[in-house]
């Protein structure tokens, strides 16, 4: 059991668009104890509901934040850090960050929150948590850039690093997963139908370390980013297609998916995010239009069921965007 919580900490930070918290590779994160937990952004709902790993129906949330004083706007994208305890979601039309207690509940203030022209925010959408490097990683779809914060950054502070101009070739990027083990950065261009690499440190107007682009690929509107550094793959929910697509974490190039969840009896609908569960091998969908977050196994391949459904009225979720998951 030890050794399963120590590999549960070691993997967050890969599970990039909803994964959030630390990878062991490059430094060491303390073993935490079983949270069993999913996070899910509400972006007409303008909520963050908790819900617990294992619901499946109609169930209410075990919380929900939401209410005048966290100032949400249009929330995008959420991510949870297990080491430091923070819920983190990406608000889109305020060009905000915003830190909650991960146990928050109710009509509650972020406890930090990131805006300001300083700060480089325009329409964020992906993020994710580095707690090896106390490091938040942002795409700004508006801006057609990567930046960087610290972990504890608060108000109108510039980024520490900014990723952007055209070598980059960042093309509406939407999602974003930070890979400690492998000192990577990989991107999802939602415009650009494209996933590109780039080193964990990268700054400035730099080309791309690998690309993942072309037909082959049935990228369409790639947003949803997750990094499975156990099985050396990547993973990508496509918003333009209602697919979940596979790749090798080494692809490179015009190169077909190793699997694709796709068709009517997935249920997906309408996904922007997605997050991988490694310790119990699951891929969870959040649909936007469906009002539901959908399980997959990890290696589900084709026009498959999922093995869960959270749905319904009970639950709260009301445009679901943004899903991090903590097992």
């Not at 070739?169 to 492998?182: F, I, K, Q, R, S």
């Amino acid at each position: 059991l030890a050794m399963l919580l120590l590999l549960s900490s070691a993997v967050f930070a890969s599970c990039g668009g909803g994964g959030g918290g630390g990878n062991d590779g490059g430094g060491a994160t303390p073993a935490i104890p079983a949270i069993n937990e999913i996070y899910v952004a509400n972006g007409w709902g303008n909520t963050i509901t908790v819900h617990g790993r294992t619901v499946n129906g109609n169930v209410a949330a075990l919380r929900t934040i939401g209410g005048a004083a966290t100032g949400f706007v249009y929330m995008w994208n959420i991510a949870a850090d297990p080491v430091n305890n923070e819920i983190i979601v990406t608000d889109y039309n305020d060009d905000t960050i915003k830190v909650f207690s991960r146990s928050a509940n109710g009509n509650v203030a972020p406890i930090r929150t990131i805006s300001g022209l300083a700060t480089g925010l325009n329409s964020p959408g992906g993020i994710a948590i580095d707690t090896v490097n106390n490091e938040i990683f942002v795409a700004n779809e508006g801006a057609n850039s990567i930046i960087v914060f610290s972990r504890t950054a608060n108000g109108n502070i510039a980024p520490i690093r900014t990723i952007s101009g055209l070598a980059t070739t960042l093309n509406g990027p939407g999602g974003v997963a930070v890979d400690t083990a492998n000192n990577e950065i990989v991107v999802a261009n939602w415009t650009g139908n494209s996933i590109t690499v780039y080193s964990r440190s990268a700054n400035g107007n730099v080309a791309p370390i690998r690309t993942i682009s072309g037909l082959a690929t049935t990228l369409n509107g790639p947003w949803g980013m997750a990094v499975d550094t156990v099985n050396n793959e990547i993973i990508v929910g496509n918003n333009s297609a209602d697919s979940v697509t596979v790749y090798s974490r080494s692809a490179n190039g015009n190169i077909a998916p190793i699997r694709t969840i796709s068709g009517l009896a997935t249920g997906i609908n309408d996904t922007w995010n997605l997050s991988l569960d490694i310790v119990n091998n699951e891929i969870l969908v959040a649909n936007w239009s469906g009002d539901s977050v959908t399980v997959y196994s990890r290696t589900a391949n084709g026009n498959i069921a999922p093995v869960r459904t959270i749905s319904g009225l009970a639950t709260g979720l009301d445009g679901p965007g943004g899903i991090a998951v903590l097992p």
